[in-house]
């Protein structure tokens, strides 16, 4: 079989130091703030077996982002946001438009976020 060389969509700094700074927010964001539906939906799934957790980043911000972006964005958000140790549990960074998420079956009900 041949081999293919993917082309990646890569995007500007500013773009993503803005993506960074809403994701990062997000995370940060306390219960009693209002969130607006602009904003990305930050999902985890925590392991039950294990301590580790699972990153979902929900966001049609993402639609002209390819995925190797999309994963180095949710990742820089998560060195901003969380503690050393709680960065170390992070095993899995993804990021989906709204409409990839529901064909992929990810929705807010299955994880949860603290």
Request: aromatic fraction near 8%; include cysteine.
């Amino acid at each position: 079989m041949p081999r293919r060389k993917v082309k990646y969509l890569d995007i500007d700094e500013k773009t993503e130091s803005e993506l960074i700074d809403a994701i990062d927010a997000e995370i940060r964001r306390t219960g009693d703030e209002n969130s607006s539906d602009d904003n990305p939906q930050v999902l985890v799934e925590d392991s039950h077996l294990t301590e580790y957790r699972h990153y979902y980043v929900i966001w049609d911000r993402f639609e002209d982002v390819d995925e190797d972006a999309r994963g180095r964005v949710i990742w820089a958000a998560l060195k901003k946001a969380l503690r050393s140790e709680e960065l170390l549990k992070v095993t899995v960074t993804l990021g989906y438009t709204k409409e990839e998420a529901e064909e992929l079956g990810i929705e807010a009900g299955d994880c949860i976020l603290d």
